[in-house]
């Protein structure tokens, strides 16, 4: 089950992805977009996929 794990914060939002099928994981750190706090979301959540050589499509869990 292919997770990603997200904390925002005042300056920086923090990006997990976890693939317990392999082990591994990758975390990503991106600065947040206030006002736009999706923004920096999404572009955490697709670094940290990338890194995993996963995509979108394949997570099955979203924890905030």
């Known amino acids: 089950m292919l997770s990603i794990a ?3 914060g005042g300056t920086f939002t923090d990006v997990v992805a976890a693939d317990p099928r ?3 994981y990758a975390a ?3 600065p947040t977009t206030p006002g ?3 923004e920096a979301v999404g ?3 697709l670094a ?3 890194a ?3 995509s979108p499509g394949e997570v099955e869990r ?3």
């Open 62 to 64: 979203f924890v905030h």
């Open 22 to 24: 392999t082990g591994r």
């Open 36 to 38: 736009r706090l999706v």
């Open 28 to 30: 990503r750190k991106v």
């Open 48 to 50: 940290a996929l990338e």
């Open 6 to 8: 997200v904390d925002i």
């Open 52 to 54: 995993l050589g996963r």
């Open 43 to 45: 572009l955490g959540a």
